[in-house]
């Protein structure tokens, strides 16, 4: 069963554009009761299609065909305007703890069916942290990208980087933003494929290469 719960901080979508994309957050307060009253708050100028609670409930606070405030500034694959682009996914978590076996029980039920519905692809789901390296950090190193992508939920783990020079075009041929720092990207890339990595770049280093 899914809450609806209506939030203002929503608009259209612009330029006819669709969803491509699912964007996976955390929420980063105490409870998800929290989080929602912040999303529901016109003074704060956020919003998100779904939050998940800690304990597997789903909330819908804006309809899928509409434009959450859920990205802000980012870049994926050259694209801007991600919040037109995606569907956004806030998970109960203050990035501090691993995610509940309830809560990810609650997204793999969820994402199968919001792909389906727009025709978005595994690679299409991806974390906020990937659109806005050096900004974002969620869903961060404890959230469990490979269980996504074992069901098909997420793309697969991607190949080795090697130099730095071709660590960038792997990233840039995955979609994100190479115009940031070296180390904002190397932490992007290893906080989605690489979360237990430390230092600099690597041979253990992956970037996404997906055509």
Known sequence: MIEQ??????????????PSLIVVHYTAMKTAQAAIERLCNLAFEVSAHYVISNSGELTQLVP?????????????????????????????NEGTHPFSEQQMHALETLLP??????????????????????????????????????????????????????????????????????????QAVRMRWNQSATGPLCAKDHAVLKS
């Not at 203002?8 to 669709?18: A, V």
């Not at 569907?87 to 109960?92: A, K, Q, T």
Request: net charge negative; hydrophobic share 35%; aromatic share 6%.
């Open 5 to 18: 719960i209506a939030s203002p901080n929503c608009g259209p979508r612009r330029d006819g554009l669709r």
């Open 64 to 92: 899928e065909e509409m434009r959450a405030w859920h990205a802000g500034a980012g870049r994926w694959h050259g694209q801007d305007d991600i919040n037109s682009r995606s569907i956004g996914v806030e998970l109960d």
């Open 113 to 186: 069916r919001i792909m389906k519905r727009w025709g978005i692809t595994p690679e299409g789901v991806i974390g906020h942290s990937d659109l806005a390296p050096g900004r974002k950090i969620d869903p961060g190193p404890r959230f469990d990208w490979a269980r996504l992508a074992m069901q098909g939920l997420a793309a697969d783990t991607p190949p080795e980087g090697c130099s730095a020079t071709e660590f960038a075009k792997l990233a840039a041929h995955a979609g994100y933003d190479i115009r940031v720092s070296a180390d904002d990207l190397l």
